[in-house]
């Protein structure tokens, strides 16, 4: 089992930049793939970004490519969501995700969140 907890959300301004963390427990940490997923007020959840098990292979949501990377550390059990130029319309809640594929779902383990905010 995995324990996820995001840190790094907060207030930016438009074109600002922000870098989100993911600490894992868990002793198989190494053996998941990550994700990013965010949901904004009244919306659904939407995937963000994914990364294999190794950190060679990512993916992205069309809106935050080549804005937004995700990379990892196996050696810390950490995931990261670098944003940057950043808009108003990626303010929401962030979550990270592991799961066995770097897919858009079928996560298994989520983490509580972390707001973003992102004014105009």
């Known amino acids: 089992q995995v324990q996820l907890v995001e840190s790094g959300g907060g207030l930016v301004q438009a074109g600002g930049s922000l870098r989100l963390s993911c600490a894992a427990s868990?002793?198989?940490?190494?053996?998941?793939?990550m994700g990013w997923f965010r949901q904004a007020p009244g919306k659904e959840r939407e995937f963000v970004a994914s990364?294999?098990?190794?950190?060679?292979?990512?993916y992205y949501h069309d809106s935050v490519k080549g804005r937004f990377t995700i990379s990892r550390d196996n050696t810390k059990k950490s995931v990261y969501l670098q944003m940057t130029s950043l808009k108003p319309e990626d303010t929401a809640v962030y979550y990270c995700a592991a799961g066995r594929e770097a897919t858009t779902q079928g996560y298994s383990y989520w983490g509580q969140g972390t707001q973003v905010t992102v004014s105009s």
């Open positions: 868990g002793r198989t940490f190494s053996s998941y793939a």
């Open positions: 990364i294999n098990w190794s950190g060679f292979s990512t």
